[in-house]
């Protein structure tokens, strides 16, 4: 159980197209979910919490006009990389927690590069 | 907030060695604590966690943790590496907002 999925696993684009990605919780409902960034080598930095039916709330130095956040529904998140340009390129990792909340459940993350 | 520290960035290990990596964690209150394992290019995988009781806590694996509240220590430790326990490690701290502080990571090299 608890299983999240990320979709797509990995995607090349042109310099200043906009790129989403699909975070899915498989086999529970996730009120909470989050998005994180990953640079080779380095460790994971947390982008923002999405709840669903609300807004994201952002960690400072992140611009949510560049990185829109969506959680329609208790299963689905998206992140939306607008004008994506190549210093966007990056592993970007989601999770989501179960109900406890205190538990997060990673997806295998998706490899983003920006030509 | 709540800050994790991970002294060792890359450590080498024989096979069939003992593994321990350190971890020290900046939280007011009673931390919850993780220990996730990550190979290139892949997802993270939970090893174990720590909410509350027996401070010896068993993971996935044969890695095991203990919480020392008193050092604000979570090394995790394993008696005998394989040579598929290669990756990269991380330590986290959970507050009451639900949100996850990471450590920089431990880069584990086995060595036949």
């Known amino acids: 159980g608890a299983v999240v999925s990320q979709h797509p696993s990995w995607v090349i684009c042109k310099s200043g197209t906009s790129v989403k990605i699909e975070c899915r919780s498989l086999?529970?409902?996730?009120?909470?979910m989050f998005w994180y960034r990953q640079f080779p080598k380095q460790s994971l930095m947390l982008m923002a919490t999405?709840?669903?039916?609300?807004?994201?709330?952002?960690e400072q130095g992140v611009e949510k006009d560049k990185f829109l956040i969506n959680h329609a529904s208790l299963t689905l998140s998206t992140l939306t990389v607008t004008s994506a340009h190549p210093e966007d390129s990056s592993f970007y990792i989601c999770?989501?927690?179960?109900?406890?909340?205190?538990?997060?459940?990673f997806g295998p993350g998706t490899r983003l590069t920006v030509l | 907030a709540q800050s994790v520290t991970q002294p060792d960035i890359h450590i080498t290990v024989s096979e069939g060695a003992s593994l321990e990596l350190r971890c020290n964690y900046s939280?007011?209150?009673?931390?919850?604590l993780f220990w996730y394992v990550q190979s290139p290019g892949q997802g993270l995988q939970l090893l174990l966690k720590?909410?509350?009781?027996?401070?010896l806590v068993q993971g996935i694996k044969g890695f095991e943790a203990e919480f020392k509240r008193s050092q604000s220590s979570f090394n995790l430790r394993k008696p005998s590496v394989h040579w598929s326990d290669a990756a990269e490690y991380f330590c986290?701290?959970?507050?009451?907002?639900?949100?996850?502080?990471f450590g920089a990571g431990t880069t584990v090299t086995v060595r036949a």
């Open positions: 086999d529970f409902q996730a009120t909470t």
């Open positions: 986290a701290v959970g507050a009451d907002d639900y949100k996850l502080s």
């Open positions: 999405s709840n669903e039916g609300s807004k994201a709330t952002y």
């Open positions: 999770s989501a927690t179960n109900p406890s909340g205190y538990e997060q459940f």
């Open positions: 720590y909410f509350s009781g027996d401070t």
């Open positions: 939280y007011g209150a009673t931390p919850y």
